[in-house]
């Protein structure tokens, strides 16, 4: 069983609603990530942090908003998304990416699913 | 830049059969490959990977992987298919410094 946890499982929002998507990994992993996946299709990176700071930003739009409060932890702010978003969202986490990080296993979440109405 | 391609989208193979996902790749550098599960409704689970020695991988629930450097494939293997197994699977590579690069995914599914 996966060692990351997200949460909610699923989550309908409308198009003016304000939500977050929250994230736990006990592993003492350093760095962490938010992946977009639609059906049938591979994962697409978001957002990575490394050390609690934000590494990478794949030209994500605004309505999207990462929030990492500690090494823990990871938020995903939701706000004013259209239905093109609708999604399962996926967090993961690695240990860290310096030194060699590249060869690090990358530990997926069970995702929420995100719909938009 | 770094790719994978997984050129099946659908492999059936029966129960009791041996089983071959193929992957290849293209990378600058030392590759970093692996495979992942996903069954119905869940999350990417973790089945193995390659970084570097023997070219031969031994994963989770009977999959290994052989790594191919002259002909970059990392096909993925398992000598005796279980209807359980019928799920999607992902290939990847990284480069270093790079991040986590899928290919297009591969359903499995297994006859009985």
């Known amino acids: 069983d996966t060692e990351v946890t997200q949460t909610p499982k699923h989550l309908v929002m409308g198009m003016t609603n304000k939500k977050s998507l929250k994230c736990e990994q006990h592993m003492g992993h350093r760095a962490m990530y938010w992946y977009k996946q639609k059906a049938k299709k591979p994962p697409e990176l978001m957002f990575v942090y490394s050390y609690e700071k934000l590494s990478i930003n794949e030209s994500v739009p605004s309505r999207f908003s990462p929030e990492c409060p500690n090494s823990s932890l990871l938020n995903l702010h939701l706000h004013a998304l259209q239905p093109?978003?609708?999604?399962?969202?996926?967090?993961?986490?690695?240990?860290?990416?310096?030194?060699?990080?590249?060869?690090?296993?990358?530990?997926?979440?069970?995702?929420?699913w995100l719909t938009v109405v | 830049a770094q790719s994978v391609a997984q050129p099946e989208d659908q492999v059936n193979v029966a129960e009791g059969n041996p089983l071959t996902v193929k992957c290849t790749y293209s990378v600058s550098g030392n590759p970093y490959l692996f495979w992942y599960v996903q069954y119905p409704n869940r999350g990417l689970q973790f089945l193995l990977k390659y970084i570097t020695g023997d070219n031969l991988v031994k994963?989770?629930?009977?999959?290994?992987?052989?790594?191919?450097?002259?002909?970059?494939?990392?096909?993925?293997?398992?000598?005796?298919?279980?209807?359980?197994?019928?799920?999607?699977?992902?290939?990847?590579?990284?480069?270093?410094?790079?991040?986590?690069?899928?290919?297009?995914?591969?359903?499995?599914?297994?006859?009985?």
């Open chain 2, 59 to 112: 994963g989770s629930y009977g999959f290994e992987a052989e790594f191919n450097k002259s002909q970059t494939s990392f096909h993925l293997k398992k000598p005796s298919a279980l209807v359980s197994d019928s799920a999607l699977y992902f290939c990847a590579v990284r480069a270093p410094a790079r991040q986590l690069t899928f290919g297009s995914g591969t359903q499995l599914t297994v006859l009985p």
């Open chain 1, 84 to 112: 093109e978003d609708s999604a399962l969202y996926l967090c993961a986490s690695s240990q860290a990416l310096t030194g060699g990080g590249s060869g690090n296993t990358i530990y997926f979440g069970e995702g929420s």
